[in-house]
């Protein structure tokens, strides 16, 4: 993504779904 806030949304989002399949 082009700014900083929109490439913080793209690493939670990354980090969610990381995070949510690493739990199952």
């Known amino acids: 993504s082009g ?3 929109d490439n913080d949304g793209d690493g939670m989002l ?3 779904r ?3 399949h690493e739990r199952k």
Do not use: K, P
């Open 14 to 16: 990354r980090m969610s």
């Open 3 to 5: 700014t900083n806030i």
């Open 18 to 20: 990381y995070l949510y």
